[in-house]
């Protein structure tokens, strides 16, 4: 029954409390992109929202990874956190062009994060949505909208991503508005409720629920899972607790 594949995964690799607790102890710093990625199913690359990174860079990536592995990557913030988003077309072809289709059939989709006092405009979102190509050097790309202000539950919003193949970003937070709308052939979900307290970040129950959601999403095509903020130290652990999750059925 299941359409697409569920990938699940955390933001980053880099990230010092997960020494000891994720990576063991004594892991080269270099080792540690591969080491997760036999672990999970996908990364968020967080590093191209600050800055550009080099062709080689990605295509390292690419190849510390295993077949099947896909990374999102989140774009510039120069693309994305200014007043009027249908002047970004300069911002979004750097971003595209730095080489971010070394990683071939690694690069899963590119996710587009706005800020949380940016509110919708019709008009300005639909010309920033024709920036965005559905290809670059021949390899398909798939657009994520994480929009974080109420003024974004609005059909119209809704409208123009669906006719976009845009996907809205499913977000499960105490801060950001949570829609749930199928408006792509993929679906992006950015989990941040996780608890330190909880060893796993998300308990049993909680972990099957998520499973189940996934299913759901899976049978209309691709799905994204990954756990961002909240308890980041647990974050891989929810992401490893999910996987298995999913392999029990």
């Known amino acids: 029954m299941t359409k697409g594949n569920i990938r699940v995964g955390i933001g980053g690799w880099d990230y010092d409390p997960w020494r000891g607790t994720f990576y063991p102890d004594g892991l080269a710093k270099t080792k540690q992109l591969a080491w997760a990625a036999e672990r999970l199913t996908a990364i968020e690359i967080n590093a191209t ?48 062009n730095q080489g971010i289709t070394e990683l071939g059939d690694r690069l899963g989709p590119i996710l587009w994060q706005f800020m949380a006092t940016k509110k919708f405009n019709a008009d300005d979102f639909a010309a920033f949505l024709k920036l965005l190509p559905e290809k670059q050097d021949g390899l398909r790309l798939r657009h994520a909208l994480e929009v974080r202000h109420d003024s974004f539950r609005d059909p119209a919003f809704l409208s123009l991503a669906k006719a976009a193949n845009a996907a809205i970003v499913f977000a499960d937070s105490d801060e950001f508005p949570e829609i749930e709308e199928p408006t792509a052939d993929f679906t992006y979900s950015r989990l941040q409720r996780s608890i330190e307290t909880c060893p796993t970040g998300y308990d049993e129950a909680s972990l099957k629920d998520w499973a189940d959601r996934a299913k759901i999403w899976a049978s209309r095509g691709d799905t994204y899972v990954f756990f961002i903020s909240g308890a980041k130290v647990r974050n891989p652990a929810a992401a490893t607790g999910l996987i298995e999750r999913l392999k029990r059925g």
């Open 49 to 96: 929202y600050y800055g550009s990174q080099k062709p080689a860079t990605f295509a390292k990536w690419a190849e510390a990874v295993p077949d099947g592995f896909q990374f999102s990557v989140k774009a510039s913030r120069y693309a994305t956190n200014r007043k009027i988003l249908a002047e970004g077309a300069e911002s979004i072809g750097r971003f595209l």
